[in-house]
């Protein structure tokens, strides 16, 4: 597994041709190696060549199973795509695709330049996105997922799992893409853990709050297995009057972002949070945006379009009906 660079079209030493200085292969675990081709375009080859010099499973290995996986790393232009193309129909089968990185998966902060390919899964099937501009290097672990292909993980195996492994309050249901566990405030941590580590659910996707009126709140958060295939929904109760939970980011790093814009537009607090300072709104701003009791001020400044029934003549001002959640009084005279 090593950096490639892509030579022109009919010129001898293209990657997939052998087992010369281009061609690693790597033990992925499982009984599986795999053979590694790497398209190194822009500065995301910089963390794919990281990775593959900190792996430190870089010998030669023999198993019984091998893939042959293509690494599109970088910026594709219209004029590099006949080279990509013609690098991937010279990688051996068994075979499968990785885009690393934002340019790659859709043209990254470049999408909107006419010399620029809109992803590379334009021009060949890709099986694995990794996000990130650039993504760090740890993130080309996504090559398990390649070797695990087609030995996803059924939301029955979870369930059990859940119920062996966390206590009989949290509750573990199946969902339309995986699982869903409703977890009480004091298991949150506890049943974050158990999805990192038992559910080897290792990419964090997103956190953030319902408003669920006078129920309160809820925390949701939605992880994903890169090995497994299999999502992973984790949702906790929060009380209206004081809604706080003990901060993820101890366990997933990528939490913080979410937590700080969670505590910002629903007030929720995260106990322990590295830094759980403004990120979007203005200095000053007074109330939380996306709670249901948030007066909107754009209703209220100019008439709302719910005072009168579609094809009704203007309707008496004591019969008009205000827009929702704005006060008694707020408006114009």
């Known amino acids: 597994m090593a ?22 292969t790597v033990d992925a675990g499982g009984g599986c190696s795999l053979r590694v081709f790497d398209a190194g375009l822009a500065c995301f080859g910089v963390e794919v060549a990281a990775a593959l010099r900190q792996s430190g499973a870089l010998a030669t290995v023999t198993t019984g199973k091998q893939l042959n996986v293509f690494v599109v790393a970088g910026t594709v232009t219209d004029k590099l795509a006949p080279y990509v193309l ?47 501009c650039p993504p760090r290097p740890e993130a080309l672990l996504a090559w398990r997922w390649c070797c695990a292909r087609g030995v996803t993980v059924a939301p029955d195996e979870i369930i059990a799992a859940v119920s062996d492994g966390l206590p009989s309050e949290v509750r573990c249901e199946a969902d339309h893409r995986g699982v869903m566990l409703r977890v009480p405030p004091g298991h949150w941590l506890a049943a974050l853990a158990f999805a990192r580590e038992r559910l080897d659910c290792d990419f964090f996707d997103w956190l953030t ?86 007066v909107l001020a754009a209703r209220a400044a100019k008439e709302w379009p719910g005072v009168k029934e579609p094809g009704e003549r203007p309707v008496p001002r004591a019969r008009r009906r205000g827009p929702p959640h704005v006060p008694d009084g707020w408006g114009p005279a």
Request: hydrophobic letters at 35%; aromatic letters at 10%; charged letters at 20%.
């Open 209 to 294: 709050a319902v408003d669920e009126a006078d129920e309160g709140f809820s925390v949701v958060v939605h992880v994903y297995s890169l090995a497994g295939r299999h999502h992973v929904l984790l949702a906790t109760p929060l009380p209206r009057s004081s809604p706080r939970l003990p901060t993820a980011t101890g366990i997933y790093r990528g939490a913080a972002w979410h937590e700080r814009e969670t505590h910002e537009m629903f007030g929720i607090g995260f106990d322990g949070h590295p830094h759980l300072a403004p990120l979007l709104l203005p200095d000053g701003f007074e109330g939380h945006p996306l709670r249901k009791d948030f």
């Open 3 to 24: 950096a490639v660079d892509l030579p022109p079209p009919g010129v001898a030493g293209r990657p997939g041709t052998g087992t010369g200085p281009g061609v690693i």
């Open 86 to 132: 013609e690098a991937f129909q010279d990688t051996p089968l068994p075979r499968r695709v990785l885009s690393f990185g934002a340019c790659a998966n859709s043209g990254g902060p470049y999408w909107d330049s006419y010399c620029v390919t809109k992803g590379v899964d334009q021009f060949i099937p890709v099986d694995v996105y990794v996000p990130g």
